[in-house]
């Protein structure tokens, strides 16, 4: 059950649903709708001409009429009574026509012209066309309806006018949406049902009998006088009692009909109904005006509501805005510099979350405040309200002003922060680059001037000694260098000195130590220099026998590891020629070997030059050789090495010598063969393609010529087969070339299989010629005709003609050819539009077109000669006339004889004949 606020809702639902739909009515139904008096006269008579409405023509239905009198009485009598008076029988009551203009002036509100008081019949007429008279005055059609029938007492008449009048008077004024009367009444009856459960009204009869539909008109405007949800919807008789009692006595609706004549009838006359319900609609018209007023009360405070609302966001999101801008403006004009890059980074990094984080939020507050201010000066422009004025200084200029000022500041301040940074980068810059240098300085540094005051030259060799002095030389070259990066690091201090560096001091301090110790590497440098030069003289004999060994010993040895990794490096050849050069580099090779000795002796004599020196002059330096790392013992174990891989050499250059020699012979027993089988299947080949083009003769002479040759061919198998086995000896030998032929078995096969198949085919075309030839009745004059044409036309004499060559050799042969005629035989030889005219092909068009064929009226006429002109033939005139076999292939395939004259054991030849040829379905 709604509650009384649910019924306002959904009232205020269905106004708002009324008002957009009346604003989307299209011109069309404003032309047709349009109330004035003619179109009043043309609905009423719309209303007379509907399926179901009253005809002169007809009778009433029993139930529909009682129904009527019922309803039409009640709602005469709740109108009469206003007067004092009312009816009891309808037909009767309304006969003299008094009551007919009193009912009349009561529901109207007007004077009729005064009644006749006389009782005659013309009194009477003159009363009743009075009334119909002021009826037809207000734009209504009477549609065969007369006063004498009232009169008269005629039922169906005296309903029939009394239908108008509510028409007129009840039910016409009722309009939703500018739709017609009835249409509009039943709009309202479903609107103000459409919340209810098994309410579903779509007409006026059956969409009423279960009484819900009643009950929920009654329950939507008086929810205090039925509890809906009580209902149920298999008790028509307790609902409709129910609604009939609650109209009648508090809503002061008469009556007009009965429970049990609604159930009982499977469709209730929708004209009782809708008498009935428009007394609803009618008592419920004021409460509905009284409820659009509160509707359009609370529209109009539901605005005013929103718009203190919309005002009073404004207010507080106008307030905020500004105290952020207040309070982000003196953190952005704060220009105080940090001392270090990491500090700066970090107010970008604030500043960064300030544009990212903090500000977009408020653009998009700022935009929407600005939305809103517009949205609602048009919402007050539209509902005749003052414009609304924010509080001072909260107007949307003075909020741009500040956003503007917000922005110019933040501009600064972003400028202020990159040339901060940019400064500081370059103070980290010199400073990052102080310290990288200064380190690099200082590791360089550590420990140079302990090496500077040693004395390690006076117990080396004079390799040592010139070591230490090229090591020296080194070191004071990079000393030089070094130069450069201790004057780089005393303008950088400078310069941070200049900038004024928060930590110059440490910088300082730090310079100075650098420049200090550079001053005392210039004093020790000179010192060890002078102690090296005089230790180098001493030695300087000894190192130059040294320094000869190294010079001749080098060289040597790496002949020597030469040598050894070519008399061991594995050697791929695939001729006789390759291993002889070979073997000839080898023996040259060999030849060096006693200049290479005497190399040898003399190197290790150096050595023993050196000895004799040292022993001589009592020298106790190292015997190392500061210039290389070879030893005697080295040259002497490489060298017999070297004489020991010289023979396994020379036995493995042999082998591969016996190897090539049979590989070549290999060679040449596969040349010798592949030489005569290869030119030999060509020659077969080209013999066979040349005899298919010129043969002559008879075909059989030309197939027994071929299957000769195709003897020979079989019986020249063991030549490729022994070919076959060479070449797998050659396979597995690894050779892969021959120069002593062009062939290649690959070669042989392919040329071996395409003779084989050449040969099959042409053997296969002439067989086919031959069976065309019998079958068809073509003599071996017109073969050889037809040969001889084909060959002439095939141009290109490779056993086919193209189109062009067919048409010109069709029109030789005297055929008559036009563009149509040509793509016909085009599709007959050619289906497949190869644009290839084989001899087969032309041969088989050609016997079609010139062979005497045989046909299934021939066979027919033959069978009615053995049959004696008779339509059927027997079994016994078959075996008389025909070979056994054939005779009983014929009984055992003919059909039955089922035509006239019944005869046993006929049979129909005629089906037969024509089933041979495909022409019936046997």
Known sequence: MLTPMENRRVTQVENRRVT??????????????????????????????QEDDWDRDLLLDPAWEQQQRKTFTAWCNSHLRKAGTQIENIEDDFRNGLKLMLLLEVISGERLSKPDQGKMRFHKIANVNKALDYIAGKGVKLVSIGAEEIVDGNAKMTLGMIWTIILRFAIQDISIEETSAKEGLLLWCQRKTAPYRNVNVQNFHTSWKDGLALCALIHRHRPDLIDYSKLQKDDALYNLNLAFEIAEKELDIPKMLDPEDIVNTPKPDQRALMTYVSCFYHAFAGAEQAEMAANRICKILGVNQENENSMADYEKLSSELLEWIQRTIPWLENRTSEKTMQAMQQKLEDFRDYRRLHKPPKIQEKCQLEINFNTLQTKLRISNRPAYMPSEG?????????????????????????SEIRRLERLEHLAEKFRQKATTQEIWSHGKDQTLVQKDYESVTLTEVRALLRKHEAFE?????????VEQIAAIAQELNELDYHNAAGINERCQKICDKWDSFGTLTQKRREALERTEKLLETIDQLFLEFAKRA??????VEGAMEDLQDMFIVHSIEEIQNLVAAHEQFKATLPEADSER????????????IMHTYGILTSMANPYTTISCEEINAKWARVKQLVPQRDSALQEEVVRQHSNERLRRQFATQANVVGPWIQHKMEAIGQSSIEMSGALEDQMNQLKQCEEVIINYKPNVDKLEGEHQLIQEALIFDNKHTGYTMEHIRV?????LTTIARTINEIETQILTRDAKGITQQQMNEFRSSFN???????????PDDLRACLISMGFDLGEAEFARIMNLIDPNNTGKVTFQSFISFMTRETADTDTAD????????LAGDKPYILPEELRHELPPKQAEYCISCMPPYRGPPSVPGALDYVSFSTALYGESDL
């Open 20 to 49: 957009q739909v009346e604003s989307h009515i299209t011109t069309q139904t404003e032309e047709s709708l349009q109330y004035n008096h003619h179109n009043y006269e043309y609905e009423l008579q719309e209303y007379m001409l």
């Open 394 to 418: 909260k107007m949307v200029s003075d909020i741009a002003s500040a956003w503007q000022r917000l922005e110019q500041v933040e501009k600064g301040y972003e400028e202020w922060l990159l």
């Open 477 to 485: 070259s990079d000393l030089a260098a070094h130069q450069d990066r």
């Open 554 to 559: 080098s060289p040597f040895i790496n002949w």
């Open 601 to 612: 002796q003399a190197i290790l004599g150096i050595l023993n030059e050196v000895q004799k």
């Open 751 to 755: 040329g071996w299989e395409m003779l």
């Open 792 to 802: 002439h036309f095939d141009r290109k004499k490779n056993g086919a003609m193209d």
């Open 858 to 865: 021939q066979v027919v006429a033959s069978f009615r000669i």
